[in-house]
């Protein structure tokens, strides 16, 4: 056998139409309907007629891509007709003609006008199946007429039980509809009477409850009557008491707004009282040490003025000397004088503000309300956050202190 025909002879094609010609004969008895018939004859037809070809082909002729693509198709249609076989679905065996449609496509055109032996091999396949086919139909047919038979069996018994069930039903019924229509007498006449009984004992009752009403209604009236009298009284008694109350406490507010406003004047103008004690106690400090250095100053005159008649000539550097000497004390003295001058208008100011403190609520007590808020707005504006007053110049300085010790010596030194 050469290399085309073992090729040809060990390719899986031949195997799988085996398997699909098992599988055919399988299924033609277990059709069970005019569609399944009509769609397993005519997937027959076209395998018949390629397995036909297949035997017809010439192994060193034939290629390899050939039978491939007849074996795709044909393993569709044994796998279709497999779960056809499976679940009886008769859309397995739809599936398997679209297959055998693709099957026709892989055949040539020639194919399907067969030679008078292919012909005949086509007819000996169809008349195989037909047989093959013929012999399931009447096997399912012999099981079902079994089948029908057995249930005509069984419905003649069903046919006897549901009889009997019926009249037992019909004598059910008939005892139930008089129980039911003594049941139906007996509650209305019970009914009507327990109607009755709970018609009487709510009239009962409802005229109980009325009084009971009334009753209650007159106390709850008579209570709320004499209580409104007794509240009356009581807040007749508390309208005193609370007007008493609010009388009383109108004056003492009254004498606190008093004792606060004297506080504050008394806190207000005690801090002025001693602002001016202190600037007093520092324009004494500063006027007794001018007193005591322009006492020095007038003593180291009146020693220069002595020494100088007693000397024939002047001696220069000790005039210098007595000079820088007068000048060391002037200036302290100069000093003093300001601050016991500044310190003193200082205390003249903080009386002022003392004294109008003290006098602001005295003067303006006897006046409106309204103007009284009037002029302490005013007088607020006047007092409170002016600018200081400007520095006034001393009335002796130390300009003028070594203008008089100046005039002095010259004097004396003239008179030599």
């Known amino acids: 056998m050469g290399q085309w025909e073992t090729e040809f002879a060990n390719h899986p094609i031949h195997t799988e139409v085996k398997t699909l010609e098992q599988v055919q004969s399988q299924c033609a008895g277990q059709l069970r309907s005019e569609i399944e018939t009509e769609a397993f004859n005519r997937l027959t037809l076209v395998t018949a007629l390629a397995f036909a070809y297949l035997k017809g082909l010439n192994p060193q002729l034939t290629p390899r891509r050939f039978l491939d693509r007849m074996h795709t198709p044909v393993t569709n249609i044994r796998s279709c007709l497999q779960q056809f076989l499976n679940n009886h679905n008769a859309g397995n065996l739809t599936q398997a003609n679209a297959y055998a449609d693709e099957l026709l496509t892989v055949l040539p055109n020639g194919a399907l006008i067969p030679s008078q032996e292919t012909f005949n091999g086509i007819v000996s396949e169809l008349q195989r199946n037909m047989a093959s086919m013929v012999d399931g139909l009447t096997s399912t047919t012999t099981r079902y007429s079994d089948t029908v038979k057995k249930l005509n069996d069984s419905a003649g018994s069903l046919q006897k039980r549901l009889d009997q069930q019926n009249a037992e039903i019909n004598s059910s019924k008939e005892r139930l509809d008089n129980a039911i229509a003594a049941f139906q007498s007996q509650f209305s006449e019970s009914e009507q009477s327990r109607r009755d009984r709970s018609t009487k004992a709510e009239n009962e009752q409802h005229e109980k409850l009325n009084i009971f009403r009334d009753h209650v209604t007159a106390q709850i009236k008579n209570f709320i009557d004499k209580k409104t009298s007794e509240v009356q009284a009581v807040l007749g008694g508390f309208e005193g008491q609370a007007k008493k109350a609010i009388d009383d406490l109108d004056a003492r507010k009254k004498q606190a707004a008093d004792l606060v406003q004297l506080t504050a004047n008394i806190t207000v103008t005690g801090d002025y009282s001693e602002r001016a004690d202190q600037e007093r106690r520092a324009a004494n400090f500063w006027r007794w040490v001018t007193i005591a250095l322009m006492g020095i100053l007038v003593v180291g005159a009146i020693v220069i003025v002595e020494l100088s008649l007693r000397c024939d000539s002047i001696d220069w550097k000790m005039l210098l000397f007595r000079y820088a000497t007068a000048v060391i004390l002037v200036l302290p ?28 609520d005295p003067f303006l007590e006897t006046l409106p309300k309204e103007k009284r ?5 005013t007088l607020a504006g006047r007092m409170f956050a002016q600018p200081e007053p400007a520095q006034e110049k001393a009335a002796i300085g130390a300009k003028q202190v070594f203008g ?9 030194l003239g008179k030599k």
């Open 333 to 360: 003295a100069a000093y003093a004088m300001n601050e016991s001058s500044r310190h003193r208008k200082m205390e003249l100011r903080y009386r002022r503000m003392q004294l109008e403190l003290a006098s602001i």
């Open 373 to 377: 808020d009037e002029l302490k707005q």
């Open 404 to 412: 008089l010790l100046e005039k002095t010596i010259g004097a004396v």
